[in-house]
């Protein structure tokens, strides 16, 4: 996956709250805790509450621009490999034998806020639906 190119500030703030209103609506539907959710974003506890209060008012770095897009990828992947509602947004927390998971769930991966376990998810859910990595 590419970087990001340098966005202005207007630009950067706009893709910031689009993406954060919907990354913050999947997470809750895969049952994040509001901690975990922090730790995925890498934002502090009061930027993550006034964040979900105005989405706007967000300005997030290159980093967390990147999360959210890997956020959206994944969300992506699954909606393509399950129709049913209850496996695309239970997939993230079921325990998963993979040898990566090792019989955690993705999830609990991802909410330890290293961006390699994030890439690393992505990528395997990716695989799932064909993606060629």
């Given at each position: 996956m590419k970087a990001l190119p340098a966005l202005d500030i207007q630009d950067s703030r706009k893709l910031s709250a689009?993406?954060?209103k919907v990354v913050l609506n999947i997470l809750e539907k895969w049952g994040c805790t509001a901690e975990q959710v922090q730790a995925i974003l890498r934002i502090s506890r009061p930027a993550f509450y006034k964040y979900r209060k105005k989405p706007e008012d967000a300005s997030l770095?290159?980093?967390q621009l990147e999360r959210l897009s890997y956020l959206l990828n994944i969300h992506g992947s699954l909606r393509i490999i399950f129709e049913n509602p209850d496996n695309v947004y239970g997939f993230m927390s079921m325990p998963n034998d993979n040898p990566f998971f090792n019989g955690k769930s993705p999830l609990s991966l991802i909410s330890?806020?290293?961006?390699?376990?994030l890439y690393e998810t992505f990528k395997r859910i990716d695989a799932l639906r064909g993606g060629l990595w």
């Open positions: 689009t993406g954060l770095n290159q980093d330890t806020g290293s961006f390699a376990a």
